[in-house]
C-alpha cells in the first residue's frame, strides 16, 4: 500500500469520527432542549392551580 493512501485512509477514519462526535453532542442539545421546554411546560401548569 502507498504510504498517500494510508494517510487518506486515517484521515478519513478520523474526519468520520469528529463527525459522529458532533452528531452526538448536536443529539444531546436536543435532548436538553426538549426536557427544558417540558419543565417549563410543567411549571406553567402548577402556576396555574
Do not use: Y
Not at 493512501?5 to 468520520?16: G, T
Amino acid at each position: 500500500m502507498a504510504e498517500e493512501e494510508k494517510n487518506e485512509e486515517k484521515n478519513e477514519k478520523e474526519s468520520f469520527e469528529m463527525h459522529d462526535e458532533s452528531v452526538c453532542t448536536g443529539v444531546a442539545q436536543h435532548v436538553m432542549r426538549q426536557a427544558a421546554k417540558q419543565q417549563k411546560e410543567k411549571n406553567k401548569e402548577k402556576d396555574n392551580k
